[in-house]
């Protein structure tokens, strides 16, 4: 997270405005979502806990869009358990011996190098927003200049563009996994945060 200071505030302010003025377009994309991620609750909530805090819809995030809420795969990036991660981030976890059990993957995930989210105070949405958009990458603003199909998909802030695998990007790809941004909001106006 060695962001420069000023990139990160003008990234919230954005994300804020993002967030507030957002509008979900494709409720059906976020339903089954939904469901999964109150269902596995109680498992983000105590992971979370157990690692200073970090709020279980966050975890929830990350699991959704990085394994669809399979208990079979790295945290990290989507791969098998079985083996230590290849895609990236290659080689994680760095400790254990494979097959690997989610819960023990997970904390490697959220608490590498350059993610280290365990320490983090501030749980604002934009601040979670930022941080979610950085678990994948921030090659959609960097690179793109597009709002990240991982935060915004099944929005109106979101209509083409995706990383189809790692560094390769599609101009007409869509996403059709549900963004973060708009989970999150159905998680908290539903009172589950």
Same mark, same amino acid.
């Given at each position: ?17 993002? /967030? ?18 109150i269902f596995g609750r ?61 819960? *023990?993957? *997970? ?32 090659? /959609? ?8 199909? /991982?935060?915004? *998909?099944?929005?109106?802030? /979101? ?35």
């Open positions: 997270m060695n962001t420069p200071h000023s990139l990160v505030t003008i990234a919230r302010a954005e994300l804020d405005l993002l /967030y507030r003025t957002m509008a979900i377009t494709d409720l059906e994309r976020f339903e089954e979502a939904e469901s999964k991620a109680s498992f983000y909530r105590s992971l979370g806990d157990d690692l200073g805090g970090i709020p279980w819809w966050f975890i929830a995030c990350a699991h959704m869009l990085e394994c669809d809420f399979s208990f079979h795969r790295h945290l990290h990036n989507g791969d098998p358990l079985s083996r230590r991660t290849v895609n990236e981030p290659a080689g994680r976890p760095v400790a254990g011996t494979p097959p690997f059990e989610f819960r *023990a993957s *997970a904390i490697d995930a959220l608490t590498m190098p350059g993610k280290e989210y365990q320490f983090v105070q501030d749980w604002s949405i934009p601040h979670a927003l930022w941080l979610l958009e950085g678990f994948n990458g921030h090659g /959609y603003r960097m690179y793109r200049g597009i709002n990240s199909p /991982y935060l915004w *998909a099944g929005t109106g802030h /979101y209509t083409k563009g995706k990383y189809v695998s790692d560094g390769k990007y599609s101009d007409s790809a869509v996403s059709k996994q549900p963004g973060c941004a708009g989970l999150i909001k159905l998680l908290i106006a539903g009172g589950e945060a």
